[in-house]
Structures are given as C-alpha cells and as structure tokens.
C-alpha cells in the first residue's frame, strides 16, 4: 500500500513558476510507476506527466510539453513537477497517482493510490 501527499501548490502569476511535491509512505515506492494528473473546475481528470520506476522513462502531455519536468527521488520517496512559463490554462487541481504498470500510464486507470490534491491557480 502506497499513501500519497501532495504539496507546493498556490497561487502565481503567469510566466512564473513552481514545484510540486508529492511524498509517499510505503516500503515499495520505487517499483511503482508515478503520474501527475490535473483537474479544473467543471472538467474530467487529465493527464499531465508520468515517470516509471527508475526515472528511465517520462510521458508528457503535449499541453506542458517543454515547460513541466517530472522527477523522483527513490531514496527520498518523493515524486516532482517543475512547472515553469505557468499559464491560466494550468489552473487546477493537480494530484500525484502511483501504478504497478507502465502500459497506458496516460489514463487514470493505471494508478492505484492517488493523493488528495493541491491547488494551482495561476493569473493572468
């Protein structure tokens, strides 16, 4: 079982910046394929970045392609996402998730554990 904490979100302008957070308890971290998901007001769940278990492998959304760097630190047991050149359209509720497998880790149904959540506004 892998439990999930997400944090580092707020409020910026646009053009700016920020790093989320996402620490996990649970002595299998690293064998877990990990995601950033976002959520707006009024819209389903979508995709933004995924990383497999060694950090080997990364999937980006075209929408942050170039801007959003996903990260691990197995040791640490923490999950990132640099975010930089923030827009209004990132505006969301950006969750962290955590799978077994890389087959379709853009889909929410390949995650298992998912965290609460934390809140990016960004202003134009």
């Known amino acids: 079982q892998v439990q999930l904490v997400e944090s580092g979100g707020g409020l910026v302008q646009a053009g700016g910046s920020l790093r989320l957070s996402c620490a996990a308890s649970?002595?299998?971290?690293?064998?877990?394929?990990l995601g950033w998901f976002r959520q707006a007001p009024g819209k389903e769940r979508e995709f933004v970045a995924a990383?497999?278990?060694?950090?080997?492998?990364?999937w980006y959304a075209d929408s942050v392609k170039g801007r959003f760097t996903i990260s691990r630190d197995n040791a640490k047991k923490t999950l990132y996402l640099q975010m930089n050149s923030l827009k209004p359209e990132d505006t969301a509720v950006y969750y962290c998730?955590?799978?077994?497998?890389?087959?379709?880790?853009?889909?929410?149904?390949?995650?298992?554990?998912w965290g609460q959540g934390t809140p990016v506004t960004v202003s134009s």
């Open positions: 649970g002595r299998t971290f690293s064998s877990y394929a």
């Open positions: 990383i497999s278990w060694s950090g080997g492998s990364t």
């Open positions: 998730a955590a799978g077994h497998s890389i087959v379709a880790v853009t889909t929410t149904g390949a995650y298992d554990y």
